[in-house]
């Protein structure tokens, strides 16, 4: 890795983390994203009313509910133009609702201006929330300043906050706070998670499942 030169001496510079396309994402870690789409879906029943956030990860969580064909009368909020072509062809078992705003071409989400005014006026009974990072001591967090203000809106508009998040996620942090440890209700991830990062989480009082 590079270093920096300090007096006395270099230490290492720190690694910047860019935002990747969505495109370029969907295909890693897929095994991992399935099985936590598989433990989301399962936790769902028919009648209720949800929101997805944008993301790879859900992705697979929308592909796991569509699966599932005896889900009936689901209704789906996203922000996400990929989720909700997905579940078009689940019409009229899934009852799918775009948020609205502004698009974001870089994860096809929609964003402010005029992208959170949905979720001040419904109450879902689940959220499943992606993110780019969850750490102990910094919560959740995202590389994203529109979609992390999209993200908070969603949590408050929900029941039930369940972060679905894959392995590498785990005691990562970046750039700005999506909500404390404290206002996830669970964490849905995969065997590759640090498990030492996982027991600092559960002594939280975070409830943890692990996708197989």
């Known amino acids: 890795g590079e270093i920096r030169r300090i007096r006395g001496g270099a230490m290492p510079r720190p690694a910047i983390q860019m935002e990747r396309p969505f495109e370029e994402m969907k295909n890693a870690r897929a095994n991992e994203k399935s099985s936590i789409g598989r433990l989301a879906a399962s936790l769902i029943s028919s009648g209720e009313t949800l929101i997805l956030d944008v993301g790879t990860t859900t992705t697979a969580v929308t592909r796991a509910l569509m699966q599932r064909e005896e889900l009936r009368d689901v209704i789906v909020f996203t922000n996400s133009l990929n989720i909700a072509l997905e579940l078009e062809e689940a019409i ?59 993200k908070r809106h969603m949590l408050r508009a929900a029941k039930r906050r369940i972060l679905v998040a894959d392995g590498s996620k785990i005691g990562k942090v970046e ?32 409830e943890i499942m692990i996708g197989l």
């Not at 078992?93 to 402010?112: C, E, K, N």
């Not at 929330?129 to 590389?143: A, H, R, Y």
């Open 92 to 150: 009229p078992r899934f009852t799918v609702v775009l948020t609205g705003g502004t698009l974001r071409p870089l994860q096809h989400s929609l964003v402010d201006p005029l992208g959170m005014l949905i979720f001040d006026r419904i109450k879902a009974h689940t959220v499943f929330l992606g993110c780019n990072g969850i750490d102990p001591v910094f919560g959740v967090t995202n590389i994203n300043l529109p979609e992390t203000e999209i």
């Open 175 to 206: 750039l700005a706070n999506t909500c404390n440890i404290d206002e996830i209700d669970l964490l849905i991830t995969d065997s590759s998670a640090d498990p030492a990062i996982l027991s600092t989480l559960r002594e939280s009082g975070l």
